[in-house]
């Protein structure tokens, strides 16, 4: 071990090897699975002194600069100071919102009506007044029809273990629930409010106990009943990791439930007639038979019934990039689909809304929002042909992301939606076909700070296989010349994902920003295995052609050595989950190549991912291990796996959260003890963890405590110096 390298708490370190399917396969750290065993304890708390002696050196060494804790930690919180305001959910003249002010913990759910002197606001749900400590965060939620009541779902200590209840608007009063085991469940209010159908799994005694996780089933559940009266809609009989989502139109008539095995990216859809009444004479009311709409098919497609009665779908069926079909609900069979939007060679369709009048239910106008090269443009149709029509279109600020195409339950010809970019915060704009305006609607509640003056290029790399990769780059202006090259190398963040057809959009970032604001540069890959540009694109990044992602981000990174925008020794990769694994494979396969990586909540022993958390939803994008030819796929890029003694690895943070039901903490031990083992660099492995937290949603002061660390870990790590 070099000289200057930290003395590493020693692993429990064994010769196990297995023979998998002919495969002779090593796991030498197999005991730190178990984070019930006092070894791997007592080696954990090792670790957190360990990182808790180097975090104080590396803020030793910040004190005076921008990344100094206290100035680091105000600047953050300037950044995130405006807040954040959702898209309005419209039930007749009540309208639902998320806002978070710059100060508040979480996001609460807000209702807005009319009274007596103009419109009158009142927060229904904010999570910090359920529970004072910030752990309980607010899952989602779900207005009825009418918008008398709203469903909502809170869980604990970053577990995201769903608790479902229901509340009287007008009162704020608890009027339904707790119903628990309703984790990722959607709510579907029929018409009148007196039930929703919902997904619940199967109580824990019912089935195996590895399988606690799984056996979801669709249930009819009538508000002020015991949940143990449910009744079972649909499920039995089909995958035991099928997750489903299920609505109901607007009129109450149409009942659609929709199911994907795991994170497949296939969906079949049925759809059901509520009006046709139960199935028999002893089945129960509110369970219709079911037709197929598409079934067995390798697709994705979302499903609705518009209110002019006709059954739409967004598919990529036969459109990789998306198209959208309709048909009537009485035809709902592929054979039947008429294509009204087709496919864009060259962006994808990321979604429609359709406008009238409000006084009649024939549509005038359809708009559909696109992701071209990671950037959205809006366009318009006839609703009837799908012909593209001139005319007036939202504009939108600048080169950014929309999400939404909100619209009113009853019509009309006004529509809502989010933008945001890497220099402006997400805010609510309104759209009014009938005048052709675009008004700024709801801007988040704080203070929007003064931000760095900052340029953003998109620039194209060519893959190892030739296939065009593109990457935002965000730099400070005054640190490029005319040609918006850099003037110098530059200590540089390479960020990226990779994986179920999740795109990395632009979107503003209080990380981002504080980097570049010190004379860091800020650069977001979009690799193949995201969704940029299509579901081809995210194929190529899956399951055998999952090192097609890892190729991607070394050309990149390699490009941005080349292009004089950095150098390996001030380069640094960072990721989260399956931006985890990718981070892993970086530093596994290109040490040479960075200097420091952030590896938080990842995948990385994909040998024995499937066993642990949900990883068994995640075979269909990575593969199964318990499959000879798809384990030589996982072998041939797992992190714990290619390790190699004598190594000179970058500095490694991995961050890691206890509440995780999603990515177990074990994949980060094994690997940061098998590279704390190999390395014979004197740049130290680290490990972070913290308690009372999970995968997903956090309060802001410890979001903003993850980051002000990581970023000043990275800092040091690239010689950042301010």
Same mark, same amino acid.
């Given at each position: 071990?070099?000289?200057?390298?930290?003395?590493?708490?020693?692993?429990?370190?064994?010769?196990?090897?297995?023979?998998?399917?002919?495969?002779?396969?090593?796991?030498?750290?197999?005991?730190?699975?178990?984070?019930?065993?006092?070894?791997?304890?007592?080696?954990?708390?090792?670790?957190?002194?360990?990182?808790?002696?180097?975090?104080?050196?590396?803020? +030793?060494?910040?004190?005076?600069?921008?990344?100094?804790?206290?100035?680091?930690?105000?600047?953050? !919180?300037?950044?995130?100071?405006?807040?954040?305001?959702?898209?309005?959910?419209?039930?007749?003249?009540?309208?639902?919102?998320? !806002?978070?002010?710059?100060?508040?913990?979480?996001?609460?759910?807000?209702?807005?009506?009319? &009274?007596?002197?103009?419109?009158?606001?009142?927060?229904?749900?904010?999570?910090?007044?359920? @529970?004072?400590?910030?752990?309980?965060?607010?899952?989602?939620?779900?207005?009825?029809?009418?918008? @008398?009541?709203?469903?909502?779902?809170?869980?604990?200590?970053?577990? +995201?273990?769903?608790?479902?209840?229901?509340?009287? /608007?007008?009162?704020?009063?608890?009027?339904?629930?707790?119903?628990?085991?309703?984790?990722?469940?959607?709510?579907?209010?029929?018409?009148?409010?007196?039930?929703?159908?919902?997904?619940?799994?199967?109580?824990?005694?019912?089935?195996?106990?590895?399988?606690?996780?799984?056996?979801?089933?669709?249930?009819?559940?009538?508000?002020?009943?015991?949940?143990?009266?449910?009744?079972?809609?649909?499920?039995?009989?089909?995958?035991?990791?099928?997750?489903?989502?299920?609505?109901?139109?607007?009129?109450?008539?149409?009942?659609? /439930?929709?199911?994907?095995?795991?994170?497949?990216? !296939?969906?079949?859809?049925?759809?059901?007639?509520?009006? =046709?009444?139960?199935?028999?004479?002893?089945?129960?009311?509110?369970?219709?038979?079911?037709?197929?709409?598409?079934?067995?098919?390798?697709?994705?497609?979302?499903?609705?019934?518009?209110?002019?009665?006709?059954?739409?779908?967004?598919? @990529?069926? +036969?459109?990789?990039?998306?198209?959208?079909?309709?048909?009537?609900?009485?035809?709902?069979?592929?054979?039947?689909?008429?294509?009204?939007?087709?496919?864009?060679?060259?962006?994808?369709?990321?979604?429609?809304?359709?406008?009238?009048?409000?006084? #009649?239910?024939?549509?005038?106008?359809?708009?559909?929002?696109?992701?071209?090269?990671?950037?959205? #443009?809006?366009?318009?149709?006839?609703?009837?042909?799908?012909?593209?029509?001139?005319? %007036?279109?939202?504009?939108?600020?600048?080169?950014?992301?929309?999400?939404?195409?909100?619209?009113?339950?009853?019509?009309?010809?006004?529509?809502?939606?989010?933008?945001?970019?890497?220099?402006?915060?997400?805010?609510?704009?309104?759209?009014?076909?009938?005048?052709?305006?675009?008004? *700024?609607?709801?801007? %988040?509640?704080?203070? $929007?700070?003064?931000?760095?003056?900052?340029?953003?290029?998109?620039?194209?790399?060519?893959?190892?296989?030739?296939?065009?990769?593109?990457?935002?780059?965000?730099?400070?202006?005054?640190?490029?010349?005319?040609?918006?090259?850099?003037?110098?190398?530059?200590?540089?963040?390479?960020?990226?994902?990779?994986?179920?057809?999740?795109?990395?959009?632009?979107?503003?970032?209080?990380?981002?920003?504080?980097?570049?604001?010190?004379? &860091? $540069?800020?650069?977001?890959?979009?690799?193949?295995?995201?969704?940029?540009?299509? +579901?081809?694109?995210?194929?190529?990044?899956?399951?055998?052609?999952?090192?097609?992602?890892?190729?991607?981000?070394?050309?990149?990174?390699?490009?941005? /050595?080349?292009?004089?925008?950095?150098?390996?020794?001030?380069?640094?990769?960072?990721? &989260?989950?399956?931006?985890?694994?990718?981070?892993?494979?970086?530093?596994?396969?290109?040490?040479?190549?960075?200097?420091?990586? $952030?590896?938080?909540?990842?995948?990385?022993?994909?040998?024995?991912?499937?066993?642990?958390?949900?990883?068994?939803?995640?075979?269909?994008?990575?593969?199964?291990?318990?499959?000879?030819?798809? *384990?030589?796929?996982?072998?041939?890029? #797992?992190?714990?796996?290619?390790?190699?003694?004598?190594?000179?690895?970058? =500095?490694?943070?991995?961050?890691?959260?206890?509440?995780?039901?999603?990515?177990?903490?074990?994949?980060?031990?094994?690997?940061?003890?098998?590279?704390?083992?190999?390395?014979?660099?004197?740049? %130290?492995? *680290?490990?972070?963890?913290?308690?009372?937290?999970?995968?997903?949603?956090?309060?802001?002061?410890? #979001?903003?405590?993850?980051?002000?660390?990581?970023?000043?870990?990275?800092?040091?790590?690239?010689?950042?110096?301010?």
């Amino acid at each position: 071990m070099p000289t200057n390298a930290p003395d590493y708490p020693r692993a429990p370190r064994t010769e196990l090897v297995e023979d998998l399917h002919g495969r002779i396969v090593a796991d030498p750290y197999r005991t730190l699975e178990d984070a019930s065993d006092p070894a791997t304890q007592a080696w954990s708390a090792a670790q957190d002194d360990l990182y808790a002696q180097a975090l104080a050196t590396t803020r +030793e060494r910040a004190a005076g600069t921008p990344f100094e804790t206290e100035r680091l930690t105000a600047r953050l !919180r300037e950044l995130l100071g405006a807040g954040f305001v959702g898209a309005p959910a419209w039930r007749g003249e009540r309208r639902f919102f998320s !806002r978070r002010a710059g100060d508040q913990e979480h996001a609460v759910v807000v209702v807005a009506e009319p &009274g007596p002197d103009g419109e009158v606001e009142r927060v229904l749900i904010d999570p910090m007044a359920l @529970d004072p400590s910030g752990t309980t965060t607010l899952d989602a939620w779900q207005p009825s029809k009418e918008g @008398d009541l709203l469903a909502y779902q809170v869980s604990t200590g970053g577990t +995201e273990e769903s608790v479902l209840r229901v509340l009287d /608007v007008a009162t704020g009063e608890v009027v339904d629930g707790p119903i628990d085991r309703a984790r990722y469940s959607p709510v579907a209010w029929v018409p009148g409010g007196a039930s929703y159908y919902y997904v619940r799994r199967l109580a824990p005694e019912l089935v195996p106990d590895d399988e606690a996780q799984y056996h979801r089933r669709v249930w009819l559940h009538r508000v002020g009943t015991d949940p143990a009266t449910d009744v079972e809609v649909f499920g039995a009989g089909l995958e035991t990791t099928n997750y489903y989502g299920v609505s109901v139109s607007r009129d109450g008539r149409w009942l659609l /439930v929709s199911a994907s095995a795991g994170t497949a990216p !296939r969906t079949d859809v049925w759809i059901g007639d509520l009006a =046709a009444g139960p199935r028999g004479a002893d089945e129960v009311d509110g369970v219709p038979p079911l037709r197929e709409v598409v079934v067995g098919l390798d697709a994705e497609t979302g499903a609705w019934v518009g209110r002019d009665g006709l059954l739409y779908l967004h598919t @990529d069926l +036969e459109a990789p990039r998306g198209r959208l079909c309709v048909t009537t609900p009485d035809e709902p069979g592929v054979e039947h689909w008429r294509t009204l939007v087709a496919q864009d060679e060259d962006a994808v369709l990321q979604g429609v809304a359709i406008l009238d009048d409000g006084s #009649s239910t024939q549509a005038e106008l359809l708009l559909a929002t696109w992701r071209r090269h990671s950037v959205s #443009s809006v366009t318009a149709h006839d609703p009837r042909t799908g012909a593209p029509v001139a005319g %007036p279109l939202p504009a939108l600020p600048g080169l950014g992301s929309v999400s939404g195409l909100v619209t009113r339950p009853e019509g009309g010809r006004e529509v809502w939606f989010s933008y945001t970019d890497h220099v402006t915060v997400p805010s609510v704009h309104r759209f009014d076909a009938a005048t052709g305006t675009t008004t *700024l609607w709801a801007a %988040p509640p704080g203070a $929007v700070a003064r931000v760095p003056d900052v340029r953003v290029a998109q620039i194209e790399v060519t893959s190892p296989d030739g296939t065009t990769v593109r990457a935002f780059v965000v730099a400070r202006a005054d640190a490029l010349d005319d040609d918006g090259r850099p003037t110098a190398p530059a200590p540089t963040v390479l960020y990226g994902y990779g994986g179920f057809q999740i795109s990395l959009d632009p979107a503003y970032s209080a990380t981002t920003l504080a980097w570049v604001e010190a004379g &860091g $540069v800020y650069v977001v890959a979009n690799l193949r295995g995201g969704g940029e540009e299509g +579901e081809q694109w995210h194929r190529d990044g899956m399951r055998a052609h999952k090192q097609n992602v890892f190729d991607d981000f070394h050309a990149v990174a390699q490009h941005l /050595v080349d292009a004089g925008w950095t150098t390996p020794d001030r380069l640094a990769c960072w990721g &989260g989950s399956n931006g985890g694994l990718l981070v892993g494979a970086a530093v596994t396969q290109r040490p040479d190549l960075f200097a420091a990586a $952030v590896c938080s909540a990842p995948l990385l022993d994909m040998v024995r991912y499937q066993r642990f958390g949900l990883g068994v939803t995640w075979t269909e994008e990575y593969g199964d291990a318990d499959v000879p030819t798809e *384990l030589d796929w996982l072998l041939g890029y #797992s992190p714990y796996h290619r390790v190699v003694d004598g190594t000179a690895y970058p =500095a490694v943070l991995f961050t890691v959260f206890e509440g995780d039901t999603r990515v177990d903490p074990l994949h980060a031990r094994k690997l940061a003890a098998a590279l704390q083992h190999a390395t014979s660099s004197d740049r %130290p492995v *680290l490990i972070r963890r913290e308690t009372g937290v999970g995968h997903g949603g956090r309060s802001l002061t410890r #979001s903003i405590g993850l980051t002000v660390e990581q970023l000043q870990v990275v800092a040091h790590g690239t010689g950042l110096a301010p």
